[in-house]
């Protein structure tokens, strides 16, 4: 698969099946740049098709929300680089 921006829900698909193969591949090597790269181009395409609202901060610390830690957790970052 040839890298290149995430313009469709097929090639976010596409993407996401390529990230499960290499899934361990070894940091700077080529398979482990590609697997960077795929991991941003998803990411960005994410923010803006599936945005994720904070919970309420009560819900998040209540077990069987169905609040995911780690979106939480990813949300909170994507925020605090928008604000650098």
């Given at each position: 698969m040839a890298?290149?921006?995430i313009e469709t829900e097929?090639?976010?698909r596409a993407a996401l099946k390529e990230i499960e193969s290499p899934m361990?591949?070894?940091?700077?090597t080529p398979e482990g740049e590609k697997l960077d790269v795929l991991f941003t181009l998803?990411?960005?395409y994410e923010a803006?098709?599936?945005?994720?609202d904070l919970p309420d901060p009560v819900a998040a610390i209540i077990p069987?929300?169905?609040?995911?830690v780690f979106l939480l957790w990813r949300r909170m970052e994507r925020e605090k680089l928008q604000c650098i």
């Open positions: 890298i290149k921006p097929a090639g976010y361990m591949a070894v940091p700077d998803v990411d960005a803006g098709h599936y945005p994720i069987g929300t169905g609040v995911s």
